[in-house]
């Protein structure tokens, strides 16, 4: 039986296979009793069905496709907000807004810098740090 962490709720005990139908991902923590937390990826039999599943290459594809167009968006229309708009941070996007008009287009290069740095990190890196993130306003 195992024991997985999303979104910072604790969920099982369940079956390999019950933890499938979850929107887990091979970095997900996993623990066999609740204790020793480790990423699904240090589990082999777990990493097997994960990736019979098809959610490994449908998550970093739908992953990295997020990333690059939210890197690119923040590089020509960061001012906007428009890439918290497509990660569905609307908060963020107005608040951008905001700032772009009270720095007087300022801010953009604020979103500039950071959409070269959403184009360099890794999705792992972008989802854990954007996607993921409580954060109201996710910068770098």
């Not at 801010?107 to 409580?134: A, H, N, P």
Request: glycine content about 8%; overall charge neutral; hydrophobic content about 40%.
């Amino acid at each position: 039986m195992y024991y997985i962490t999303l979104n910072n709720q604790t969920i099982g005990p369940m079956s390999a296979e019950q933890m499938m139908a979850y929107n887990v991902t091979n970095e997900t923590p996993v623990s066999r009793d609740g204790g020793e937390w480790q990423p699904l990826y240090t589990y082999p039999e777990l990493m097997e069905r994960y990736q019979k599943s098809g959610k490994s290459y449908a998550a970093n594809a739908e992953v990295s496709s997020k990333k690059t167009l939210c890197g690119i968006m923040a590089i020509l229309l960061g001012g906007l907000g428009v890439q918290y708009f497509v990660m569905g941070k609307t908060a963020a996007g107005l608040i951008t807004i905001l700032l772009a008009i009270v720095t007087c287009g300022l801010w953009q290069i604020v979103t500039l810098i950071q959409g070269i740095m959403m184009l360099c990190m890794t999705e792992s890196d972008f989802k854990r740090k954007y996607i993921d993130s409580t954060s109201t306003l996710p910068l770098f």
